[in-house]
């Protein structure tokens, strides 16, 4: 789109915003130019990962570029000014132009609206992206405007600012890296051009060192990911048990040398896979298995690793109860208690699938699980039926290999509870049925029940839970 178009867009858009225009109440709000943009009132604008997200239809409608949506494919095509920018629906790797980058969220789905980050795209198009943390505003600044000061005076309190690494003659020849991500306990590296990658494991504290040579980063690099002035940066790791945090800086300038480390909770085994020609992808994999380094895994030296994971977690409540209480809240609290006895166990190991309220796909529950090869995997969650007189205690497997585990845990879950005894059931749960050890899904009781929904809720039927959560382990288990 010219110019001429996109100023008249922006014209036309001052024109018809309301004087309250609003982003969703206590959501991020965004401002192109010192006004507010709207996301609809029916779609909020989302902070996801430290990436604030928007609506795909609010950038086509207001910053005026081409926007194209293949729904098939789930592509995203943006146009701007001769550059293109394709994002694809949960991929984290994207292009510019024809380079490879790497986002720190990809574009998610929410109902029939795509989102994609604000960020990334304003900054791919020339727009200064800053983000005041206070008040959660996301300052959107043209070039035409940005000598008149007009914006709202936010600071780049993320540390997000792109940087720009200067070209020089001497970064002519160097491959260029452009992003990384952390998923599915794999460090994905975009780079364009050829540096051969030179692993190592080191100890004391475990970590993995990850050394490009003949690399620095890309202008692109700053946009997708914090870089400081220096060329460092980090990106925090939460959800995989092996890794504490990704490092990365401009390690050397002679000879140019991008690393990155991996900071482990122990060591571990990695395999390392490069793909691709000009624009290639290096991947630091730590699902590898291997026999040399499992003794310092959790669960080794004869000691058996319990995987407990809590039902549901931040924008997935799970069940609401008659008196609005969250699901997700119980089945946090009970593992966050069992966990606690368990820790006092000689022989058991534990490891939570998530320890705050925080969002899992159940895909990565289960591989959470499997990856840690643990002995056994419980989930707990509490139920919820159209009827409110439904009311009591079940136990659920998937497997058969499940079902002498779940017989145990639901003869003590059932005394713990004192509800009534609704019995050992098959369900054919994602988390039950995708992990590969005798697995359980424990329903404690009905929310939508009165009585049931009050007595989860207390201290004294909490602890019982959790109490015969460690009684079904060790019985199962013969400890
Ligand atoms: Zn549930």
Known sequence: MKKFAFTLLLLLFVLVIPEHGQAAAGTNKIFLDGRELTAGQDVPVENVNNSVMVPLRMIAENLGYKVDWNQKSKTVTIEQQGKTIKLIVDQTAASVDDKTV????????????????????????GLTVTWDNVQKIVNLITPEAAGNNT???GNAGDGGTSVVVPPSETTN???MVNGLSFNENRLTIAMDGSSVPKVSKITGPDRIVID??????????????????????????????????????????SPYTVRFVIDLNHAKNYSVEVTGDSSKLVVIDLN???TEDTATLPGNNGRKLVVLDAGHGAKDSGAV??????????NLAIVLKAAELLK??????????RSDDTFLELKDRAAMANNLKADLFISVHANSSGSSAASGTETYYQRADSKAFANVMHKYLVQATGLSDRGVRY??????????MPAVLLEAGYLSNKKDESQLFTESLQNKVAESIVKGIKEYLGL
Do not use: W
Request: proline share 5%; no cysteine.
């Open 151 to 153: 914006g709202n005076d």
């Open 321 to 330: 109860g008659v008196t609005g209480k969250y699901e997700k809240n119980f």
């Open 427 to 436: 369900g054919n749960f994602h988390v039950i049925r995708e992990t590969t």
């Open 173 to 175: 020849g160097l491959a």
């Open 344 to 353: 006092k166990e000689n022989n058991i190991d534990v490891v939570l699938t």
């Open 102 to 125: 790497i986002l720190q969220t990809a574009p998610l789905l929410r109902g029939g609206t795509t989102l994609v980050p604000i960020r990334f795209i304003g900054e791919q198009f």
């Open 212 to 253: 490009l040579p003949n690399a620095t980063f890309s202008d692109l690099f700053g946009t997708g990911q914090v870089l400081d002035p220096n060329l460092n940066g980090s990106l925090a790791v939460t959800d995989y048990p092996d890794v504490s945090g990704i490092r990365y800086s401009l390690y050397s300038t």
């Open 288 to 290: 590898a298995q291997s």
